[in-house]
């Protein structure tokens, strides 16, 4: 419980600092993914979307949270593995998805990470719309 209530309260704050940049995306369009977040014991801590381009091995796009908070991502892809960090630009809790690209899902985990190091971690899934 305290984990879910910790996460969320950084989501907010990180949240309410991104705001939609109007940014046009070059490259392949993957899709828009249905986003699911869990932490450690498998509640749910958060919910949204995110919409995947890929350039080469590079992905970016946006993505936004049932609760309206938005922004933009930046990752990678290689073979299967997908890599992306939901808040690019910030030197101080990076929010990164690692996982698998099968199909029309993506598995994998998250990790909440700042300048003390990992703050909080869980898994999550994302299905293609």
Request: aromatic content about 14%.
């Amino acid at each position: 419980m305290k984990l879910s209530f910790f996460f969320t309260c950084i989501l907010i704050l990180l949240g309410t600092a991104c705001k939609d940049s109007g940014t046009s995306y070059e490259g392949t369009y993957l899709g828009a993914f249905k986003y699911s977040a869990y932490d450690t014991s498998g509640t749910l801590v958060s919910s949204g979307a995110f919409y995947l381009f890929r350039n080469g091995s590079e992905l970016l796009g946006p993505w936004e949270l049932a609760d309206g908070r938005s922004g933009e991502l930046k990752g990678s892809i290689q073979n299967d593995t997908v890599r992306v960090d939901l808040f690019p630009t910030f030197r101080d809790h990076n929010l990164y998805l690692n996982g698998v690209l099968s199909g029309n899902s993506i598995v994998g985990t998250w990790i909440l990470i700042g300048f003390p190091g990992e703050m909080a971690r869980g898994s999550f899934t994302a299905i293609k719309e």
